[in-house]
Nanobody
Framework: QVQLVVSWGGLVQPGGSLRLSCSAS????????IAWFPQAPGKEREGVSC????????NYADFVEGRFTIARDSARNTVYLQMNSLKPEDTAVYYC???????????????????WGQGTQVTVSS
């Protein structure tokens, strides 16, 4: 049974950092594309980062490029999202998602992913 468990959201001041984790069971993270989708109140889930299943390549939304880093630890079967220089507009519930066949073109499209974690709240506020 495939399961994704998202952890380590929280409250942080602007300019601060958080590292989210997405722990997988039922599949190997190296064999699936994994992506992160924040969802702010009243908004759609918008992919900010993903890591490919084929070659481990990563891509990022422009507004997080240089601030967020996605990384995969196959030994722990976990994918992380390191978030630095956080801004109030980064406040959202963050979900991770996994899929074995998502294409590069759809890598940050929510509807392309079949498996979802439960989400964790990230609040950036002073």
């Amino acid at each position: 049974q495939v399961q994704l468990v998202v952890s380590w959201g929280g409250l942080v001041q602007p300019g601060g950092s958080l590292r989210l984790s997405c722990s997988a069971s039922g599949f190997a993270v190296g064999h699936y594309a994994i992506a992160w989708f924040p969802q702010a109140p009243g908004k759609e889930r918008e992919g900010v980062s993903c890591i490919s299943s084929t070659d481990g390549s990563t891509n990022y939304a422009d507004f997080v490029e240089g601030r967020f880093t996605i990384a995969r630890d196959s030994a722990r079967n976990t994918v992380y999202l390191q978030m630095n220089s956080l801004k109030p507009e980064d406040t959202a519930v963050y979900y991770c998602a996994a899929d074995p066949t998502v294409s590069t073109a759809s890598a940050r499209v929510a509807s392309a992913y079949i498996y979802w974690g439960q989400g964790t709240q990230v609040t950036v506020s002073s």
